[in-house]
């Protein structure tokens, strides 16, 4: 699982109304590179919880990898950007996208219910008595 | 394609000439296509893993992705920014669309969901055997990400569970929930459908096989009436069941239509009638 993907998880235990960032915890996580490709992140910033991706980067592993605030566009998409070491859009690509958790927990932040990540697969399936109805 | 089914085809062309209509049947696939066009646009069969809890790559497999090949076109065109597929089992099709669509790139990510922990397992091997990446949750559905996936997704491919089946055989764990479809096998189709239409965007397309039992027709008029506009890209009949593969997409002018009427399209229904005759004729020729 990648941070994008955390980035859109949320609690579906029954009684909770949030359930949203799930906190992450990370037993074994690996790096994988792809090719940066500046439309996605720009098509997916609008939608991303930053604070969310702030903190699961750093839990793993990458406590200083983005700003605490969300950079201007202006800032991520600049001429060249892409092509420059340590740039914010980099940096966000790379927590994004390279990132991966292959072992670990996601916990509801309301319910404190923990949801096993084994194998890179977060599992969210509920007991009978958790599901909503 | 026998001489019967080009007969049928043009007399459901010729009707769609004269009716303006959401259901467009024009692009019916030929059937039978050549085994190197398969291989170089899809999963690798020797490569795809299994596991004895898990569904193999079938006829509905197949059909599902030959369609989605037949759309290859227009899927590129879509320039999805996110696929998903609902219930992946053993990874055929989800590994299959991104090798089909891999000329965009990073520009594009997969998540595919499965309420089989069995079956998602077996997905990871099938995507890393052919070196493909896709993020795989086991959940139900697509339980957990409603609402932070709102209205986010452009594709969404489903191989739902539509055997008829007893009530009961719902909710068994294991296999059979790669089939268990319920009464008429809808029962999980009708929860499928609802969540779906909440993550697609509003360019997004949903490709999803039916049976001939789950009365795809049904299904049409039900998503149109949600605004959703409507066409089958294949029908396949093998030695046990008929197969449709029925892509959706939001329509303007199909909401608009649905408001006002206020009573359902099929009712008076000049936006089926093409498609009907497109069942009947098919239905009975095969």
Known sequence: MRLLTHNFLASNVRGVSTGYPLALEVAKSSIKEVELNADFLRGILPKLDWRALVAAASAAGFPDLLAAEQPQEAELFADGAADAEGSAIRRLHHALLEIHVDEGALVCPDSGRSFPILKGVPNMLLHEDEVRH | ?286
């Open chain 2, 1 to 286: 394609m026998s001489a019967g089914d080009s007969a049928a085809v043009s007399a459901v062309e010729g009707k769609l000439a004269e009716l303006s209509t959401s259901c467009d049947l024009r692009t019916l696939p030929r059937r039978g296509k050549p085994a190197s066009a398969r291989t170089l646009n899809t999963a690798q069969i020797p490569l795809v893993a299994s596991h004895p809890e898990v569904y193999e790559p079938c006829d509905d497999s197949f059909a599902l992705v030959d369609a989605l090949l037949s759309d290859k076109a227009q899927l590129l065109a879509l320039q999805p920014s996110l696929c998903l597929e609902v219930g992946c089992g053993s990874g055929y099709v989800i590994t299959s669309l991104a090798i089909m669509l891999r000329q965009l790139g990073s520009g594009t990510q997969y998540l595919a969901t499965d309420i089989n922990q069995h079956a998602v397992e077996t997905t990871q091997g099938t995507l890393g055997a052919h070196g493909i990446h896709a993020d795989v949750i086991a959940t139900d559905i697509v339980s957990g990400l409603e609402k932070r996936l709102a209205g986010m997704v452009d594709v969404v491919v489903v191989n739902p569970p539509y055997v008829p089946t007893p009530e009961e055989e719902i909710g068994i764990k294991g296999i059979a929930a790669s089939w268990a479809g319920g009464l008429n096998g809808r029962q999980v189709i009708d929860r499928i459908l609802p969540a779906v239409r909440e993550l697609l965007s509003e360019k997004g397309c949903l490709y999803m096989i039916a049976l001939e039992d789950n009365d795809p027709l049904g299904i049409c008029h039900l998503m149109n009436e949600k605004g959703f506009a409507s066409r089958v890209l294949l029908k396949r009949c093998t030695e046990e069941e008929s197969l449709y593969v029925l892509k959706f997409w939001q329509d303007a002018a199909v909401s608009t239509n649905a408001s006002q009427s206020g009573k359902s399209p099929g009712s008076d229904s000049s936006w089926l009638s093409p498609f009907r005759s497109f069942w009947h004729k098919n239905g009975s020729s095969s």
